[in-house]
């Protein structure tokens, strides 16, 4: 018999905890940074945080797959039906320049669709956590997105210099524009309602939403790309259109805005 969703959320916890232990002590020994291909950079807690979770969580459960940012795909994965879907370090420009925006983000997706996962923010001492059918929490506490109605003045995470393009049919109103560099977190602060909606039009890899998707849309939020479609996880290339995570109220707004932009078809990034 599998380990039922909750206990595989006790696992997974407890994994991203001292993976996020681990990235903190790193860290504060001193950093070897590289940088891959697109010039995004990579130190060795990213592997060293990889190595933990994937050694944990495979002894624990040998027979889930396995998709991390930071291994090489091993398509076996896609001959099993639960799979890790990790990103071991989640934001590490972030992570790199002592700022708080980075999380460790894991999830078990079963049948392309995740069923438990945590999103740990440790420098600020935030878990995030959910299970399909049973809410979202903040260390916790259940969370709920927030009930803004209007796109005037509401809080978005995103790319300020995005909104103000002088392409869009229609101006963009009077916001409150931050951004995080970890998209897992920004999903996160949607879910818990410290901000109203988060919006990416590029393509986002797998690790980087499985485990805040679920977050999101236990707590209520809408979680999808910006044509209004659900994600499907586990594919043979592990990557999704774009980003939508707003309040359920806002988001009819934002697509009505969006849903007209031709992307390029998905592809791993």
Known sequence: MSPSPAQDLELLVAAAVEAGTLALDLRARGLKIAFKEGNSPVTNADFATDTLLKTKLGQARPDYGWLSEETADDLARLKRRRVFVV?????????????PWWVISVAVVEDGQPIAGVVYA????????????????????????APTVRLDGCGMVG????????????????????SRNSTAYRMCLVASGQFDAALALVAKADW????????????????????GRGFDYNGQIPSQLSLLCAAPRLAPLILERVSHIALPNKALI
């Open 159 to 178: 790319d300020q210099r995005m909104f103000d393009h002088p392409s869009w049919p229609q101006a963009w109103p009077r916001m409150r524009v931050e």
């Open 87 to 99: 990103d071991p370090i989640d934001g590490t420009r972030a992570y790199m320049k002592d700022k």
């Open 122 to 145: 440790p420098q600020v001492g935030e878990v995030y956590t959910a299970l399909a059918g049973g809410g979202a929490k903040l260390n916790g506490s259940l969370i709920v997105p």
């Open 208 to 227: 980087d939403l499985a485990a805040a998707d679920l977050v999101a849309r236990e707590a209520g939020a809408y979680c999808g790309d910006h044509l």
